[in-house]
């Protein structure tokens, strides 16, 4: 019997769940002949802002940026130490290197793939600014912990978001946790533009300044610049597009978890590590991550069933060609290194059919 194709991601669904609303949109930017720093953004930022929690939302182009200028406006600066996970997507510790300071990571907890809180006060010198943790694939990050080690060492807490759209700590929506909080828009996240784009949440009203005075060249009135800022902004096309979904996004988020509780259930008593969810968090799902002793075997048998799936992340930061300058050599985060051998994320996207999570099933079984 010939088994159709499913992708690792389609992003038509998402598309379709809010056509009218996404083409009123452009259509009204294209109209309106402005496209930077205008009322779709403020329009968006006032939403999502809302949305999370949070008094402030500070549009950027895209979610590297977002990190980057959340630890400028935090003071991160050169010879400074900001602490983050020795496993995740590179752009969290690049955005450290862009202020001039060095990521110092620390290992996950291999259950949840997040950073364990039990080895933060280790990592903390004279020199330590931040914690960034990320809520990795969608699950939050044990926060409550971590913010007690902040308080008690006098540092701030960023929280790297891009994977945790709409996800909850506790019944506290993740945006709501940390000192500030960073997202990327970019159109795989669970909150998509149609192009890149980022924000920075928070509370604090001089924070939340500083980030709109640095995306835009350091300048609050025109041609008066009083930083070295950057031209970091989220246009008007990608505000208005993103405005247009967030009405869906808690709808969407339910059937993520929909989805993933199929998957869970369906592949239990499978030989291989399911994702855990501890009590009381709810994880956005924004990635079905597996560990598997022979995961290269299991991709390639997926891959013969016709089913797509990537590797969240091959290689950890500490072990790439961008850091040979920390000297950091294979062994040095076992915890981490060990998770990107063996993870594999398995298609999980609003949209999917029931014959489809069916066929998923079905083939991990067979393969596992
Ligand atoms: C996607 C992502 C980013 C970067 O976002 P971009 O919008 O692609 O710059 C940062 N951190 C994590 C964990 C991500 O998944």
Redesign the pocket.
């Known amino acids: 019997m010939a088994e159709s194709s499913l992708p690792f991601l389609n992003l038509q669904p998402a598309y379709a769940a809010s056509q009218a609303a996404i083409d009123a949109a452009l259509l009204r930017v294209a109209r309106s002949g402005w496209f930077l720093l205008g009322q779709e953004l403020v329009a968006f930022e006032e939403a999502y802002a809302q949305s999370v929690g949070a008094a402030h939302c500070a549009g950027v182009a895209?979610?590297?940026?977002a990190?980057t200028l959340a630890l400028r406006a935090l003071g991160v600066e050169e010879g400074d130490e900001v602490i983050v996970p020795s496993n995740?997507?590179i752009?969290?510790w690049l955005a450290v290197s862009q202020c001039g300071a060095t990521p110092v990571p620390v290992e996950p907890d291999p259950l949840t793939f997040n950073l364990d809180p039990a080895r933060i006060e280790a990592a903390i010198t004279a020199r330590t600014r931040v914690i960034l943790p990320?809520h990795?694939y969608g699950l939050p990050a044990d926060m409550d912990p971590i913010m007690d080690i902040a308080r008690r060492n006098g540092l701030k807490v960023l929280d790297?978001c891009?994977?945790a759209h709409a996800a909850r700590y506790h019944g506290r929506p993740v945006g709501s946790l940390a000192d500030v909080s960073a997202w990327?828009?970019?159109p795989g996240?669970n909150l998509g533009a149609m192009g890149?784009?980022?924000g920075v949440t928070t509370d604090l009203t001089t924070l939340d300044e500083q980030v709109r005075v640095l995306r835009n060249y350091g300048s609050r009135r025109k041609y008066h610049n009083e930083c070295k800022g950057v031209n970091s902004r989220l246009d008007e096309i990608q505000a208005a597009v993103l405005a247009a979904k967030l009405p869906q996004l808690e709808a969407s988020t339910r059937e993520r978890r929909r989805l993933a509780r199929c998957l869970l259930e369906g592949l239990a008593g499978v030989p291989l590590q399911l994702p855990v969810v501890p009590e009381g968090l709810e994880s956005a799902w924004h990635l079905f991550v597996v560990r598997h002793e022979a995961r290269d075997r299991l991709q390639a048998g997926l891959a013969e069933h016709g089913i797509g799936t990537l590797i969240h992340y091959p290689v950890p930061p500490h072990l790439q060609p961008a850091y040979a300058e920390l000297g950091y050599r294979a062994g040095d985060f076992p915890v981490a290194e060990a998770m990107h051998k063996q993870v594999l994320s398995l298609p999980l996207w609003p949209g999917m059919s029931e014959s489809q999570i069916d066929q998923l099933i079905q083939a991990v079984r067979r393969c596992a």
């Open positions: 895209n979610g590297l940026d990190l995740t997507y752009a969290t990320v990795l790297d891009a994977q990327s828009f970019y996240k890149d784009g980022g």
